[in-house]
């Protein structure tokens, strides 16, 4: 038998790559372009000068303010102690009910791809209440708890609750089958199949049940603050914008709805970005 000739190793010397320009080389202009916060702010500042053509050709500072008046107004509400502290008391009151939602949200759905009667229950629950305005609920949660804390926690549970635990619940129906099976063939069983195999690989279905709770929570809190504040006269976030509505502040009013809304950005970017950037994105499950 004849021995097969061996090729003679060879090498190629290849010319660097010059006609495609790299990012360093690029213009200024499409450098900076490339930065999402820079996009979002060129976004915003559009807005803001949308708004105040519009309030100078309203001319009138009690229907609507200008942007710069409403700019003074946020400026002298946080010099003076009063925003800050009116947003303390509504982001204590958030995380309280917020995080109990989670737990919640978390228990019903871990029942529920655990037995058959978790999912029933699940399902029945949600097809109830997930319809229902957790806004609504308000008038029984002053009667149960009283004008208190209590009673805005209970309507900030509804409002995170079903939503969480649908998002999640589909998200563990997702994953596949071959993932349940090699947790199994480690013993995992219970809890522990779903904090070690449903839970990262559902993840992004969860962060996604985690913004929308967050959205609903906050906006019912808001709401339930007006009516709350009315009722005790005293409160939070929600509290300061009907406050200063009755005396006519409209300025003021603006304000407030603008802290609404940069508190808004400010989870979205800090919190939500950063858990799906460290998380989904860094693993590959979300571009």
């Not at 820079?38 to 229907?63: F, G, P, T, V």
């Not at 900030?156 to 994953?175: E, I, K, M, R």
């Amino acid at each position: 038998m004849t021995t097969p000739p061996v090729r003679q190793e060879y090498e190629i010397h290849l010319e660097p790559l010059v006609s495609v320009p790299l990012e360093r080389n690029l213009p200024l202009g499409q450098r900076l372009w490339q930065h999402g916060w820079l996009r979002k702010a060129m976004i915003l500042l559009l807005l803001a000068i949308a708004w105040e053509a519009l309030a100078r050709y309203q001319d009138n500072d009690l229907l609507l303010p200008s942007f710069l008046q409403t700019s003074a107004a946020l400026w002298d509400g946080l010099i003076s102690g009063e925003l800050p502290a009116k947003v303390g008391l509504s982001l204590i009151i958030l995380l309280k009910g917020y995080v109990l939602g989670i737990v919640l949200a978390f228990g019903l759905t871990s029942l529920a791809v655990s037995t058959q009667f978790g999912r029933d229950l699940l399902g029945t629950l949600t097809s109830m209440f997930n319809p229902l305005p957790a806004i609504a609920l308000l008038p029984l949660a002053l009667l149960w708890f009283g004008l208190g804390d209590n009673s805005l926690i209970f309507v900030l549970v509804h409002s995170v609750l079903w939503a969480l635990a649908l998002n999640t619940y589909a998200g563990f129906l997702g994953v596949s089958d071959t993932l349940r099976m090699a947790g199994r063939n480690y013993g995992l069983r219970g809890l522990r199949l779903v904090l070690y195999i449903l839970v990262p690989a559902a993840l992004p279905s969860i962060l996604s049940g985690l913004k929308i709770g967050w959205a609903f929570a906050w906006r019912t809190l808001i709401a339930a603050e007006l009516v709350f504040g009315a009722s005790s006269g005293k409160g939070g976030l929600g509290w300061y914008i009907f406050q200063n509505r009755n005396e006519l502040y409209t300025d003021k009013v603006f304000a407030g709805l603008a802290v609404v809304i940069l508190i808004g950005l400010l989870v979205e970017s800090l919190v939500f970005n950063t858990l799906e950037r460290l998380t989904v994105r860094r693993w590959g499950m979300q571009r």
